[in-house]
């Protein structure tokens, strides 16, 4: 999933299917590229699972799949949680260093 957002015309697509669903034309549109080209983008999307596309009579609409952002939020919540709690414990590790290079005298190397 990251990989396939990683492209700035990948996002910009994610961003504009947020807003409603749209076929490779309408997508194509503000980009000065080939609707192959477009359609490659959507299916690097596709296989992240972000976004998916169905047939309606001669039109391919495709569409953003938010609840896939939703497990991904959730995911970085959660790795953001176990840093920020390794980066309290370092910060305690630190704290209790420095106060045992006070009591002894000692000065920093830096």
Do not use: N
């Not at 034309?25 to 477009?38: C, I, T």
């Not at 959730?74 to 260093?97: G, N, P, S, T």
Request: aromatic fraction near 4%; charged fraction near 40%.
């Amino acid at each position: 999933m990251f990989a396939a957002l990683a492209d700035p015309t990948r996002r910009d697509i994610v961003v504009r299917l947020a807003r409603g669903d749209a076929d490779v034309g309408r997508l194509a549109e503000p980009y000065g590229v080939s609707l192959q080209a477009v359609s490659r983008h959507l299916k690097v999307l596709e296989d992240a699972g972000l976004v998916s596309r169905r047939r309606e009579a001669q039109r391919r609409p495709c569409h953003l799949e938010a609840e896939v952002f939703d497990l991904m939020t959730k995911w970085i919540e959660r790795h953001r949680r176990q840093a920020e709690k390794r980066f309290r414990r370092l910060d305690a590790v630190l704290a209790d260093m420095d106060d045992d290079r006070r009591k002894t005298g000692e000065r920093g190397t830096a």
